[in-house]
């Protein structure tokens, strides 16, 4: 059996230089997110020198992310966001 692969880019985040920002695989259905960095739909960086307002940014593109391919936030396995700064595993945003 082949798996179907579906790449999307939701219209509410920022062009990708290369990748896709959600990647579906039917097998299972299982979606990988890429690339959610702190960057609005403009293209233009939020919060520049304030890594807590990088990542509520981040955390807000990934909801959009999730909410093109889930009908909740709430069916997501694990949530986790790495910096360089700091590491908070959470639950998404609206479901703690």
Do not use: F
């Amino acid at each position: 059996m082949t798996a179907k692969i579906t790449r999307l880019n939701p219209d509410q985040l920022h062009v990708p230089p290369g990748y896709h920002h959600v990647t579906v695989v039917e097998a299972g259905r299982t979606a990988y997110l890429a690339g959610q960095c702190p960057i609005d739909v403009s293209g233009a960086l939020v919060g520049d020198g304030d890594i807590n307002t990088q990542i509520d940014q981040v955390a807000e593109n990934a909801v959009v992310a999730l909410a093109a391919v889930l009908s909740r936030t709430t069916l997501c396995a694990q949530w986790c966001t790495w910096s360089l700064m700091t590491v908070r595993c959470s639950p998404l945003p609206g479901n703690a």
